[in-house]
């Protein structure tokens, strides 16, 4: 890496997902950590993020150009089954049991000490405040720390159903990052979770995505939405990943701006471009 260049570490889990609909069925790489460090590939020549996340070698088909760490443990990765029929969709789970966080060796370590950027993006609520607190220890005082909080707010049952859960663990984990990205989506009680957050951890800027709205910023005393220019529904040609385009875009930005505002602006922007960009190559046929 140079030295303009910006290190950043995405950790959480990676997935492989199996969507069957009317119109289609395919498999392909899913979770925001793989689309955030497509978007870097894609956008920022300076980026060259490493992900640090559970996944078996059945995954390995969908890894290259980028630096994942560990080596494959086992066979299988975290596996989401999307079947949507008539408007109603039901999502399975498969191998939860092989996503546990990864040990945080020397290596890992040792990454996270270089890292100018470290965002923390689980899919299942596995990532204890105690690990959270111990990958974060590590970290140099200029690193700026980045949550997407989705999966804390969903688990698996034991036959495999994915269920809504309460993000009991925010109390403790939200006040380790200095910014939260979460989207109006994840949550029924989104924007009076926001307002709670921000009043109780006001070194942690909360930023809520609102889909076409744009995004806010929402602090202890108030909520500064910054607007973006929606796109007609028929020029969209691809909306998936656009939440963690947002992210990717609004982290970096903050990082080299320091400003909130500014992030939200350069998320909302890239989030935008990625509704005209052709889909990433990325799926294979069930």
């Known amino acids: 890496m140079s030295a303009d260049s910006t290190e950043i570490m995405l950790t959480g889990h990676v997935c492989v997902d199996v969507n069957d609909s009317e119109g289609s069925s395919y498999t392909s790489w899913g979770s925001p ?44 990765t975290l596996v989401y089954k999307n079947y949507s029929r008539g408007g109603h969709r039901n999502q399975q789970c498969e191998y939860a049991d092989s996503a546990e966080p990864v ?20 899919l299942l609520p596995n990532f204890s405040q105690d ?27 034991a036959d495999g159903r994915v269920v809504p859960r309460e993000f009991e663990e925010a109390g403790e984990i939200i006040p380790l990052f200095d910014m939260v990205i979460l989207s109006e989506d ?30 806010s910023w929402v602090t202890s005393k108030k909520v500064i939405t910054v607007e973006t220019n929606p796109v007609p529904e028929d020029l969209i040609v691809d909306s998936v990943g656009c939440g963690d385009t947002f992210s990717a875009a609004a982290m970096y930005s903050y990082y080299h701006d320091g400003d909130v505002l500014t992030a939200i602006k350069a998320g909302n922007k890239a989030a935008r471009a990625k509704l005209f960009q052709a889909p990433l190559e990325r799926t294979e046929p069930v």
């Open 33 to 76: 950590l793989m689309y955030m460090a497509r978007y870097f590939e894609r956008n920022q020549p300076d980026v060259d993020p490493v992900l640090i996340a559970p996944y078996g070698r059945d995954f390995l088909r969908y890894t290259g150009g980028l630096t994942l760490m560990p080596l494959p443990q086992g066979e299988h």
């Open 103 to 122: 040990a945080l060796t020397e290596d890992i370590t040792e990454r996270v000490k270089r890292a100018d950027i470290i965002c923390v993006a689980p």
């Open 131 to 157: 690990y959270v607190r111990d990958l974060l220890s590590h970290r140099q005082p200029s690193a700026k720390t980045v949550l997407l909080p989705q999966g804390y707010f969903r688990t698996v049952e």
């Open 186 to 215: 994840d949550h029924p009680g989104s924007h009076h979770l926001t307002k709670q957050w921000a009043s109780m951890s006001p070194s942690s800027n909360i930023v809520m995505t609102l889909g076409e709205k744009g995004a």
